[in-house]
């Protein structure tokens, strides 16, 4: 029985992501769309949008009171108050409220005497201006409104259509696809037998990548066979951007998708320095990148924060987002393999000084219990061994903290 | 002609806050339903989830090799070689493949050196369990998958529907209404005149409430008259379990949305002692919560985060969730007044020395300005008059930072 091995590369993560991301120039050239501004929350602006009109469009009371010439009030005291009459001198205003045209300030309830329907006192005066909205004090027409790469926040899409902006510019989603493969792959609502297992990868994939704003689509299963794979792969390029390939984890597969994508297009990098989950392909296909994801969930799951993450982010702000960092104490020792960068998944506590104590969980790339209870990773460098306990570590809060 | 003043309160926050939740114990009683894991991404768990089945359900190679009996490689070593007859001794095995009935232990391959087709010599011995994932080493059956009150993430989501749980029970979206009143409201497609404003809010009270796990209802705009905003509520009470009222900016009106609550239920608290947007209304109708948000968006955008984003944790939760906070340094000082909370908003710039700088937005509560460019905010306490240039202050992250 000929036993053939794949031959896989130890490239370094950085090294790895430097000449991936190099391939694809034409994937990080922004392709827009105009779409309406009501549709646009949480997408990512592709021009500048600038202020249609004045917000607001005409000069209104900040304050409930009495519009007022401020000419006239000058030298207004409570020794010497001044007396208004309404129409010619005054209008009621409450906030909101435009401004009678020959008015130009506005006096506060509060600091008016009522004399009769008609008459006022006041006591002092007050300059043009004096409580007053005026005309394009938020946005001024022709003001820019969000800048070019800015993701729309329920207030940004306020403020455009505040100012007049019905539709905007924005960059439009990449359609990414996952192809799972693998004989052994039987869908959620099945009950698997012996040798057969419950694909489950694809809802992280499908989670994750919409999160961070691309549209993805789910490819039926596809058996582990090379026609059959080397088929879904051309299909799936018709209509995406981004091909995410699950490389399963059946017998002597390891072989399929490397072969594919080397006879479509080029393989990059097969195997990066880091675990778990190193033997992840990076390739491209007609310019279009392809991301060959190890079966192991836990592998899945990292290399998709690792490569389809930065690769999405690079798309829409040019540059990749950091994530949050805290320090904190480690409870127990890690071990890592020299030359090999280890991502060990790690669960946060408070400890009572304030600090935090970091629990790593423990188990290799198969086990999704390790990532379900995970607040984030512990980083380790490929030159470090080991971390004894108590050392404070950075860990990458890769989940919102509750 | 007779200006009725409204009588606001000065409530401290945490006190209004604290007689606000007070009197809505029945809606922080979660309700539950039964969903498909499938459509369950980022919702909460009502009840604890437990494994239907054993996650592997099946012995299974964690490494490509050979499986064996443990006790017949004891003794093996470079000097000693022991020679393994396929089928009686040994099958080749593949990383996932179940591991053959009578086989305890796995040797990589690398470990092997192959004789011909049916036999193979190993130099070293295994104990029994090694390189084989265990039955339920993931989760056990039986064992929990996630807790009560727990948000599904993508991985969450693939633990549940790996262990067998097609459906899981989650807690329900509560059901909130946004109620826009305000004569000189017109929709963003119309063209404003002279004393119409474009209605934006709504935008800024569906984003977040959305985000914060209820859905919503954004009613048709009501004009400021007592009779048609007392039908809107009473209609709306009959379909939602928390009602916003949008107080607009128009004319004595700040009188009518009061007298309704106070006619139909009871106002528990009307102005809070935080700048801006003070005059929001706490009340209680039918057990239901109710909150009158002030008109401005800004002060709109700051009661949903003090006072709607509370009050959904809590139902979620059972507690509120703390806004991340960074210490900055204040490029400007601050001004407040004694008495009352000031929230001023703030943009973050990283400094060269790895610290932030914080410039405070300047502006009051009509300005969508200040909230579209700000990453958080800085809460002067209440005894405070200002802050100086150059103090460390700390910024409550509203957004994620880029």
């Not at 300030?105 to 007053?132: F, L, M, N, Q, W």
């Not at 080397?262 to 991301?291: D, F, N, S």
């Not at 798309?315 to 805290?326: A, I, L, P």
């Amino acid at each position: 029985m000929k036993r053939a091995r794949a031959q896989l590369q130890a490239v370094p993560l950085e090294e790895a992501k430097r000449i991936f991301f190099a391939a694809l120039t034409e994937f990080f050239h922004a392709r827009e769309e105009e779409i309406p501004t009501i549709q646009a929350l949480g997408r990512v602006t592709s021009r500048a949008v600038f202020a249609q009109r004045d917000l607001p469009h005409y000069a209104s009371a900040a304050m409930d009171g009495i519009a007022v010439t401020a000419e006239r009030t000058r030298g207004a005291s409570p020794q010497n108050p001044v007396r208004l009459t309404r129409k010619s001198h005054f209008e009621y205003v409450d906030t909101g409220d435009p401004i009678p045209q020959k008015f130009d300030a506005v006096i506060k309830i509060e600091d008016v005497r009522e004399i009769d329907t008609d008459t006022v006192e006041i006591y002092k005066s007050v300059p043009a201006g004096k409580h007053i909205r005026l005309v394009g004090e938020d946005f001024a027409r022709g003001a820019p409104v969000v800048p070019q790469s800015f993701q729309l926040s329920p207030e940004a899409i306020a403020a455009l259509l505040g100012t007049g902006n019905l539709t905007v510019w924005v960059k439009r989603r990449p359609k990414a696809i996952f192809i799972p493969t693998g004989s052994e792959l039987i869908p959620p609502d099945e009950k698997p037998s012996v040798g057969q297992i419950v694909e489950t990868n694809s809802q992280i994939v499908k989670g994750y990548v919409e999160q961070w704003g691309a549209s993805i689509t789910v490819h039926s299963l596809v058996p582990n066979d090379l026609e059959q794979i080397r088929h879904a792969v051309k299909q799936s390029l018709l209509e995406h951007d981004l091909l995410l390939i699950g490389a399963g984890t059946s017998k002597g597969r390891g072989d399929f998708v490397p072969q594919i994508v080397g006879e479509l297009g080029e393989v990059l990098v097969h195997g990066v320095a880091y675990h778990p989950g190193h033997p992840v392909l990076l390739g491209v296909i007609e310019r279009k990148p392809i991301v060959g994801l190890p079966g192991y969930p836990v592998a899945t799951w990292l290399a998709l924060h690792l490569f389809v993450k930065p690769l999405l982010e690079r798309y829409y702000w040019g540059h990749e987002r950091e994530f949050f960092k805290v320090p904190a104490r480690l409870t127990k020792s890690i071990q890592s393999v020299r030359g090999y960068r280890e991502f060990v998944r790690a669960k946060l506590e408070r400890a009572e000084d304030g600090l935090y104590l970091v629990h790593p969980l423990q188990g290799g790339a198969s086990k999704l219990s390790t990532i379900v209870g995970a607040d984030g990773w512990i980083e380790v460098p490929e030159d470090i061994e080991h971390y004894e306990q108590d050392t404070i570590v950075e860990v990458s809060l890769v989940r919102e903290m509750l």
